[in-house]
């Protein structure tokens, strides 16, 4: 699966069209000296956003899976001068970061492409501080996908095969150890004849109780 969405990604890195499937960093409610992680960060636009609102004393990272993208990140940086960012090649599912290590983390329609989307929410309920939250937008359906679909490599690359139902989704990120989680806004339109929902949820790492 990875070399499909890796092609398909190089080749977008040089392009000026729009990945997204919902705009989320609003809602993310950065504040100045925050630690920002944006998983999945392409050409890096919003991670750029994200470090402006932490300020000099904050940071912004930005991790993707496609090298490419990272260098195209790299350089809008530079042209920006956001010098409180940084820009990784890595998978969503093995953060290359410590326990504790962010204050927020927001991701725009990556984790549907993860086979593993369990594992993405564990991560990021590790790397986050507690009561750290995220904030992410992505695309669900209102049905299981047939087989065919599921199986088809080039469908995971267009942001349709991997993605699972709503339930499945959510209880993806009840399982990481979110608690309540806040349904933003949901969106319903039609992806290759089947009905699907783009949906931003936040949540956060809850403070334990003594």
């Known amino acids: 699966m990875h070399s499909h969405i890796q092609k398909r990604y190089s080749q977008k890195s040089v392009r000026k069209c729009d990945l997204s499937c919902g705009g989320n960093i609003e809602h993310l409610q950065i504040k100045p000296g925050e ?104 695309a669900v359906t209102k049905k299981p996908l047939p087989p065919e679909v599921k199986n088809d490599p080039q469908a995971w690359a267009q942001c349709f095969g991997g993605a699972v139902t709503r339930e499945e989704y959510f209880a993806g990120i009840f399982a990481a150890g979110f608690g309540e989680i806040e349904l933003i806004k949901s969106r319903e339109y039609m992806k290759n004849g089947y009905d699907f929902l783009s949906l931003t949820i936040k949540a956060a790492k809850a403070v334990k109780r003594r």
């Open 35 to 138: 630690s920002i992680l944006d998983l999945g960060c392409g050409r890096g636009s919003e991670t750029i956003l994200a470090a402006g609102m932490a300020g000099p004393g904050g940071r912004a990272v930005g991790l993707d899976l496609t090298p490419a993208m990272v260098a195209a990140a790299r350089e809008n940086a530079k042209e920006a001068n956001a010098l409180n960012t940084a820009f990784i090649t890595g998978e969503i599912e093995n953060l290359p970061f410590g326990d504790g290590t962010f204050d927020a983390v927001m991701s725009n329609c990556v984790i549907n492409h993860a086979k593993d989307k369990k594992k993405v929410y564990r991560e990021i309920m590790r790397v986050l501080k507690t009561g750290g939250r995220f904030v992410v937008s992505d």
